[in-house]
């Protein structure tokens, strides 16, 4: 069974970088793309990014120039990163496996809630 | 950017009753995805390809539209239904969401 564990720091300070692992287990990352969606207090949800099977990337335009997605093959883990953070970017992020062909997402981690303050 | 509208913004239904849940988009897309999420929970997928039912959802559940309206459908309301839906659509990137709809029972 494919599972997805997302980890990392439940409070990053202004100005600074959000780091997230997504562990990947029951499947392996070097097939079908791998992407991170977060969700702010209000419902509203965000594409942020994703990491194909090949190690390349897609970002949304909106965070392009904040974002970063990496890889780690031998532990099938990979890894978003996003600088400069702002109160704004206080959400619950997911990770999530997008399906090869369409562009849905049919497995998730359960999220981690994120927090933005000094 | 493709912006999905979704209506309602909160509804709530009976048991045995039918919803519909309807997402429009301001520039027209090939395919709609629906996802249920559930208070707590990580968002499920429910849809897939406007109108195929993702694996071990329902068939109270179905998807229908074309062009820029697409609506989820609910034939018979059950308890287990309460839970905030989104549609998605990837015809142009970026990928984006619509803005949820909230379904409580009555």
């Known amino acids: 069974e494919v599972q997805l564990q997302e980890s990392g720091p439940g409070l990053v300070k202004p100005s600074q970088s959000l780091s997230l692992t997504c562990s990947v287990t029951?499947?392996?990352?070097?097939?079908?793309?791998w992407g991170w969606i977060r969700k702010f207090p209000g419902n509203k949800m965000e594409w942020m990014g994703y990491?194909?099977?090949?190690?390349?990337?897609s970002y949304n335009p909106s965070l392009k120039s904040r974002i970063s997605i990496t890889r780690d093959t031998s532990k099938n883990q990979f890894f978003l990163q996003l600088n400069s953070v702002t109160t704004e970017d206080t959400a619950t992020y997911y990770c999530?496996?997008?399906?090869?062909?369409?562009?849905?997402?049919?497995?998730w981690g359960q999220g981690v809630m994120v927090t933005v303050s000094s | 950017e493709i912006v999905l509208t979704q209506s309602p913004t909160t509804t709530a239904a009976s048991p045995g009753e039918k919803v519909t849940i309807t997402c429009l988009a301001s520039s027209s897309v090939s395919n709609m995805y629906w996802y249920q999420q559930k208070s707590g929970a990580s968002p499920k997928l429910l849809i897939y390809s406007t109108s195929s039912l993702a694996s071990g959802v329902p068939d109270r559940f179905s998807g229908s539209g074309s062009g820029t309206s697409y609506s989820l459908t609910i034939n018979t309301m059950e308890a287990e239904d309460a839970a905030t839906y989104y549609c998605?659509?990837?015809?142009?990137?970026?990928?984006?969401f619509g803005s949820g709809t909230k379904l409580e029972i009555k």
């Open positions: 999530a496996r997008r399906n090869l062909y369409y562009g849905y997402f049919d497995y």
């Open positions: 998605q659509q990837w015809s142009s990137n970026p990928l984006t």
């Open positions: 990491i194909s099977y090949s190690g390349s990337t």
């Open positions: 029951g499947y392996s990352i070097t097939s079908n793309y």
